[in-house]
């Protein structure tokens, strides 16, 4: 089964700090990568998302890195604020999506006052 | 939640009973998909379905089934020989291009009694 696996489980930053998130993808075909946030109770709302053929995006705090050849991609949310307090998920899919996302199994951030 | 609407958001359900989850879009998007959570489990794919009058099996399809009969409406029922139901479900959407967003419904919570 395609997998995506996804560091760390929780995280716990100060307000202000540099919030990182990991994740690493088994198959080659996969082509678009997605980040998506979710509230309690809420369904998950797209971040930001990366294809390979750039090695970062950027939107607002929100930066991908992605690193092809060691097929990881990280989500960094720069001058974290309590309001980021939520689940984060890393997805990967192949034809952009079309036949469904594979996500990892999620970080629950919480940026402390 | 981008146009997805979800109903009931709350469902409980006997042993033995079939229960049917309504997803409908107002987005004009050709795909729709279904994905069950589990706590600490992220998001697994049941079914999708890319084209009216057509879907395909995900990652763990066995003891649910759809349909799609308008391009709006992607229904997804749980069936008895699904042996454990209660998830919180979510519907989402896609448009045609691979460029295109997969946006996610506010979901059902499902509880077996």
């Known amino acids: 089964q395609q997998q995506v696996k996804q560091s760390p489980q929780s995280l716990i930053v100060q307000k202000g700090g540099i919030s990182i998130i990991n994740c690493a993808y088994e198959?080659?075909?996969?082509?678009?990568f997605p980040w998506y946030q979710q509230f309690p109770g809420k369904g998950p709302a797209l971040l930001i998302a990366?294809?390979?053929?750039?090695s970062e995006k950027k939107e607002g705090r929100f930066t991908i890195s992605f690193n092809k050849s060691a097929k990881q991609f990280s989500l960094h949310i720069m001058d974290s604020q309590p309001g980021d307090s939520a689940t984060y998920f890393c997805?990967?899919?192949?034809?952009?999506?079309?036949?469904?996302?594979?996500f990892g199994k999620g970080t629950h951030l919480i940026i402390q006052p | 939640d981008g146009g997805i609407t979800q109903s009931p958001k709350y469902l409980f359900r006997k042993e033995g009973q079939n229960v049917t989850l309504s997803c409908e879009q107002n987005?004009?998007?050709?795909?729709m998909y279904w994905y069950r959570q589990d706590p600490g489990q992220g998001l697994r794919l049941i079914y999708y379905?890319?084209?009216?009058?057509?879907?395909q099996k995900g990652d763990i399809a066995e003891g649910y089934s759809v349909s799609r009969e308008k391009k709006e409406s992607f229904p997804l029922t749980v069936t008895s020989a699904q042996k454990n139901p209660t998830a919180f479900y979510l519907c989402?959407?896609?448009?045609?291009?691979?460029?295109?967003?997969?946006?996610f419904g506010p979901g059902t919570r499902l509880t077996v009694l």
């Open positions: 997805a990967a899919s192949g034809r952009g999506g079309a036949d469904g996302l594979t």
């Open positions: 198959n080659t075909a996969f082509d678009y």
């Open positions: 990366i294809r390979p053929d750039v």
């Open positions: 987005l004009n998007h050709d795909a």
């Open positions: 379905s890319q084209i009216v009058n057509d879907f």
């Open positions: 989402a959407s896609q448009g045609r291009t691979s460029t295109d967003t997969q946006y």
